[in-house]
């Protein structure tokens, strides 16, 4: 195995979901935020694939599992997290529409209806 | 004579009674008063006849044998069997010839007296079923029976002395009497429980388990409490509170002076034929918890001699004749736990016997008169009565002398019998001998009271009644209506009459009885021997004799009757009059019961209503409702604490998130990490 190692991918993976996470929390627009969650969730992917790659799962070591089934799980877990972000996409742009249209406005810190 | 014939002296009242209450109403449109007074009468008659021929059975024997007659199981639990057993000895016969033949004299009289009464078959009702209960109480063979009598005669008293309900006096007297006797049942209870302990724990067989009866209990008991003398004086002294209680000693007495309110026959059955009498009664039955106890024995000497001495100052300040004659009972029956607390309990049934006759001779008497008098009762209004009332008035006067002590009459020799074993017993240490002298000092009270009451009622210079306003047009119906009450409808005009005859026939029977009764029955030392045929055990150091009592007796008796005529010769004195502000301060104090009474209503009454506000005001709105309202508030506040994080910044959610989901990844990796070393 040559060329890039583990630890590259995975501080890649940490930068952006980092980058993710501090764009949730600190930015007002929900389509920043989106845009955010998708940053974290492909960063989680990215991690997953970096580890199918290189075999490295405390759930293989010593199981009965074999390479190929590691690596397979790794990316079958990419795939599904792609489809439910493409979905979690489509119903939250939908609200951010219906909430526009609502209140002509969507800065997420004015959307405090559930305030106790 | 056969002994069952016992459940048919306890059946007739019960008999009386049913048919009074149930069919009174309409007998008394169907046949009238007279006869229906006739039928209220006969029972009680005729229990006394039975009594007489089963007393007679009795009195044949060389010593007298209790028989108990059995009649089928009542409680039977856990190796207990208490019994519906009726018990005939002389103690128990006794008490039934007091009952029923002075209940008979008073029933007949009653007939009378209540004649203008619209409830004259209610009234006869609950007579009848005070002399059942009475008679429960004196023949049960147990003390749980002796208790069913024991609150018989506190309901029926209660009854009776709020017979005219729609006053609110007479209800509240009625009220007090039935309180103050919870009292003394309340102790009367805690004994018969600690004597239930006791005999529970002596292990002692018993035939058929009849612990609780007096011929099983008795030698039981006694066995158990020689082991334990600690025992015997709490069991005696809580007896003696219930005795105390019915009895009406100090402090329990408050009850029977009120108890006034009821009609006069009634207070004459209350307070010599029943009721008061149970105390010294169930202190007779019981007395060898007392023998056991000198300590109690004391207690029980002191109360009756304090009682007797503080009742009868009370009654010099009383004016209404029936209110003498209530302290002047509190004042006996002190005498008569003078002689129980002294372990002479024969000398206390003598005065019993004696002061039945004579007391409910004063009582019926003294209802005569206020019969005559159109129901007042203040002897500041009587005077020169002798004149109008012949047969009242020497009936009356044999009475008073004979509960004054004057020699040969019947008060002076059961009052003789108690001082001389008060002074001359030591059972129950200094305080027996101590009771007795002041028994003397009380006899002269009481003789002195008494000529008072004869001398305002009787005799005097003036007709007092006439210096009070001449009514326009006294109508005799009306008159009746404010017996209810204590109306005043003694006008100024009015012309007292002597009773009808089957007032004053009773008046003449307890008259022969007041008078020959006491020689009779001291004859030999009958009585004693009648009452307890196999004597008492020697109770301490006895002397025999006390010299010169005879002597002191004599001039008690004399000088006290000498002072009271003397004082009260020239009718009313000024300082007693109607102006009360005028009176001296002492006769004022007695008048208020020195305070006491009040001392009780505030201290109990008005103080138990303060604990109760207290209680609830306290217990209720701070602590109830503060545990209540503070869980509920206590959750509010902690709800609204908890609303400060639901602030709906959806950012700040994504921040806690984040926090949350890093510190749980965190403790589980900590806690695998440090596991897996």
């Known amino acids: 195995m040559s060329g890039v190692p583990l630890a590259a991918y995975l501080a890649l993976g940490l930068f952006m979901f980092m980058t993710g996470v501090v764009g949730v929390v600190i930015r007002r627009s929900p389509i920043v935020i989106f845009m955010c969650i998708e940053l974290m969730l492909n960063a989680v992917n990215l991690t997953f694939l970096a580890f199918a790659r290189y075999q490295f799962s405390p759930m293989v070591a010593g199981n009965s599992f074999r390479e190929g089934q590691s690596a397979m799980a790794g990316q079958m877990m990419v795939i599904f997290v792609m489809a439910v972000a493409a979905a979690e996409v489509a119903v939250g742009l939908g609200i951010i529409m219906a909430i526009f249209r609502l209140r002509e406005n969507i800065d997420i810190d004015e959307m405090n209806l559930l305030k106790g | ?677």
């Not at chain 2, 016992?6 to 149930?22: N, R």
């Not at chain 2, 007489?52 to 009195?59: D, I, V």
């Not at chain 2, 029923?100 to 209540?114: D, P």
Request: glycine fraction near 12%; aromatic fraction near 10%.
């Open chain 2, 1 to 677: 004579m056969d002994n069952n014939a016992v459940w048919l002296i306890i059946l007739l009242p019960i008999l009386g009674f049913l048919i009074q209450g149930l069919a009174g109403p309409s007998l008394q449109r169907k046949i009238g008063k007279k006869a229906l007074g006739v039928l209220a009468v006969l029972p009680i008659a005729a229990s006394f006849v039975l009594g007489l021929m089963l007393t007679q059975g009795l009195a044949s024997q060389e010593h007298a044998e209790a028989v108990i007659v059995s009649g089928g199981s009542w409680i039977n639990i856990m190796g207990l069997n208490i019994p519906f057993e009726w018990v005939v000895d002389p103690l128990s016969m006794t008490m039934v010839l007091i009952i029923t033949g002075v209940g008979a004299l008073i029933h007949l009289y009653s007939t009378a007296y209540m004649a203008e009464e619209k409830d004259f078959s209610r009234f006869f009702a609950y007579l009848n079923l005070f002399v059942a209960a009475m008679l429960v109480l004196v023949l049960g063979n147990n003390l749980p029976l002796l208790f069913i009598g024991w609150e018989g005669v506190g309901l029926c008293s209660y009854l009776l002395i709020g017979f005219w309900y729609t006053d609110t006096a007479n209800t509240k007297a009625a009220n007090k009497a039935f309180i103050v006797n919870r009292v003394g049942d309340w102790s009367l209870m805690l004994g018969l429980f600690l004597i239930v302990v006791v005999i529970s724990g002596a292990n002692i067989p018993v035939e058929d388990n009849r612990y609780l009866s007096y011929d099983a209990m008795l030698p039981a008991l006694t066995t158990a409490l020689k082991a334990n003398p600690a025992m015997a004086t709490a069991i005696a002294l809580l007896l003696f509170g219930g005795a105390a209680g019915k009895s009406a000693q100090f402090p329990l007495y408050v009850w029977l002076p009120d108890a006034m309110a009821g009609p006069t026959p009634v207070s004459a059955l209350i307070h010599a034929a029943t009721m008061v009498t149970s105390g010294v009664v169930l202190l007779n039955r019981m007395n060898i918890v007392f023998q056991l106890s000198p300590t109690a024995s004391a207690v029980v000497c002191a109360v009756g001699a304090f009682t007797a001495l503080f009742a009868a100052i009370i009654a010099f300040g009383q004016t209404d004749i029936k209110k003498v004659l209530a302290y002047s009972t509190v004042s006996q029956l002190g005498f008569m736990f003078i002689a129980c607390g002294a372990g002479a309990y024969w000398a206390g049934m003598f005065h019993v016997t004696t002061h039945a006759f004579f007391k409910a001779l004063l009582f019926l008497g003294a209802g005569a008169v206020i019969h005559a008098m159109s129901h007042e009762q203040d002897m500041r209004h009587y005077g020169k009565l002798a004149k109008y009332l012949p047969i009242t008035f020497g009936t009356m006067m044999v009475g008073t002398l004979a509960i004054a002590g004057v020699p040969g009459l019947s008060g002076f020799y059961s009052k003789e019998a108690i001082l001389g074993s008060a002074i001359a017993n030591s059972h129950a240490g200094q305080l027996s001998a101590i009771s007795g002298w002041v028994g003397l000092g009380v006899a002269a009270l009481t003789a002195m009271y008494m000529g008072r009451l004869a001398m305002l009622t009787f005799f005097g210079k003036e007709e007092r009644w006439r210096k009070l306003p001449v009514a326009e047009h006294h109508d005799h119906e009306e008159g009746h209506d404010d017996d209810h009450g204590h109306g005043h409808a003694l006008t100024g005009d009015h012309k007292p009459k002597e009773v009808p005859v089957s007032m004053w026939l009773p008046l003449v029977v307890l008259a022969v009885l007041s008078a020959g009764a006491g020689l009779i029955l001291n004859e030999g030392k009958r009585f004693e021997h009648w009452l307890y045929p196999s004597g008492l055990s020697q109770l301490g150091e006895l002397k025999h004799e006390v010299p010169n009592l005879e002597i002191y007796s004599y001039i008690a008796a004399g000088l006290g009757l000498l002072a009271g005529v003397l004082v009260y010769i020239g009718g009313l004195p000024a300082k007693e009059g109607l102006d009360e502000t005028k009176w001296a301060r002492w006769r004022s104090a007695a008048a208020n019961q020195f305070g006491f009474d009040a001392l009780m209503t505030n201290l109990f009454a008005e103080g138990g209503r303060d604990v109760a506000i207290g209680t609830s005001s306290f217990l209720e709105d701070q602590v109830i409702d503060g545990a209540v309202e503070g869980s509920a508030s206590g959750t509010r506040n902690f709800g609204g604490w908890l609303q400060q994080i639901q602030t709906g910044a959806v950012r700040l959610y994504a921040m806690l998130m984040l926090l949350g989901g890093v510190g749980f990844v965190g403790y589980f990796l900590f806690i695998v990490n440090r596991g897996g070393k």
